[in-house]
């Protein structure tokens, strides 16, 4: 499907494809929505998915504009403009070119809600390529159905309607424009040197992670303790500690665990927490009968605890992506896998997994 709304366009533009043509192909992509639905008006809010269609105006009614085998429902906020995004009226005999709903009732002739509707004066006049952008990188645009990667370097760019200034590096996923272009690739997708786009709106974007203190957060539940030199969060955190950490967020844990590793004897400060972890199998010896209590934690390693402790049954050498796709280590911790973790990273990945 998206090949074929990319070779549409790249023929409308030459004059190589008819509208009934587009229409019949469209009509097969037509999602119904139940088969009892007739007269249906189709709201905006309701939309999941768009599709082009082209035709000559058969009759304009109150709220509905019919073309050959469609009927195109319209009200206060759809926009209908001529080529330069002026707007106008739609009257029988105009040729239309319009941003539709993929929704569409099973009355006879179907109705969708239109979006956009551009009037053209004749077969001649090109309508502007209408996408939604997936995203701007490196002076293009992308469009989300893969079709168009648009240069804007050489474009005028502007907001519709408005005088607020906007650049397309500004775009964000979702946002809808429209592209004016004399001649573009034929390629799968098409590629785009436009002289003016039209920004439509600008979708908000994807809202960050909330950024936390998460060292404090551990601290003021009694998890991540300071001395008295304050939080250290700068000073490389052992596998003893680290274990000790762990054991911290589980409440309910016994302390009558015992070990048998050569290099953690009673005496040593973590001897239970290391008992207590490797008998709950939340961390293994590293051979030998050894434990390396003072050794410093990698992230790979307290990855594998974690999920350990989660009760995941996951590889070593998996044990990071497999963290990391589960929320214990997000974008905004700054952590990869081969790092000797501070203690300000491991607060991060034990708050993310106490939190979880």
């Known amino acids: 499907m998206k090949k074929f709304l990319a070779l549409i366009m790249a023929a409308a533009m030459i004059g190589g494809i008819s509208a009934s043509a587009q229409n019949e192909a469209a009509q097969q992509e037509v999602e119904l929505i139940s088969e009892e639905a007739v007269n249906v008006e189709l709201a905006p809010e309701f939309i999941a998915d768009t599709r082009l269609v082209e035709g000559t105006v058969k009759s304009v009614a109150d709220g509905q504009i019919e073309i050959e085998d469609l009927v195109l429902n319209v009200d206060e906020n759809t926009l209908i403009a001529d080529a330069q995004l002026i707007p106008t009226e739609a009257k029988e005999g105009d040729l239309i070119t319009a941003v539709v709903s993929t929704m569409t009732t099973r009355s006879l002739p179907p109705q969708s809600y239109a979006f956009y509707i551009i009037v053209r004066e004749n077969a001649e006049t090109l309508a502007p390529i209408y996408m939604t952008v997936d995203r701007v990188e490196n002076g293009f645009i992308y469009s989300q159905d893969g079709n168009y990667e648009v240069s804007f370097e050489n474009a005028e760019v502007g907001m519709y309607r408005t005088k607020n200034i906007v650049k397309a590096e500004e775009l964000t996923k979702g946002s809808e424009i429209f592209v004016y272009a004399d001649v573009m690739t034929m390629s799968i997708p098409a590629l785009v040197n436009p002289t003016k786009i039209v920004i439509m709106n600008?979708?908000?974007?994807?809202?960050?992670?909330k950024i936390v203190n998460k060292a404090e957060s551990l601290s003021e539940d009694g998890i991540l303790l300071g001395t008295d030199k304050g939080l250290e969060l700068e000073r490389e955190v052992t596998r003893a500690e680290a274990v000790t950490l762990i054991q911290r967020t589980t409440a309910s844990a016994r302390m009558t665990y015992t070990s048998n590793f050569e290099d953690v004897p009673e005496s040593h400060w973590a001897y239970t927490n290391i008992s207590w972890a490797t008998e709950e199998k939340i961390v293994e010896g590293v051979g030998d009968n050894k434990f390396e209590p003072d050794r410093s934690v990698t992230a790979k390693e307290l990855?594998?605890?974690?999920?350990?402790?989660?009760?995941?049954?996951v590889e070593f050498d998996n044990a990071f992506t497999v963290a990391s796709e589960k929320g214990l280590v997000t974008k905004t911790d700054a952590i990869e896998e081969a790092d000797v973790l501070t203690r300000d990273d491991v607060a991060k990945m034990i708050y993310n997994y106490y939190n979880n």
């Open 202 to 209: 600008i979708a908000e974007a994807e809202a960050e992670e």
């Open 303 to 313: 990855a594998m605890m974690l999920l350990n402790a989660q009760g995941e049954e």
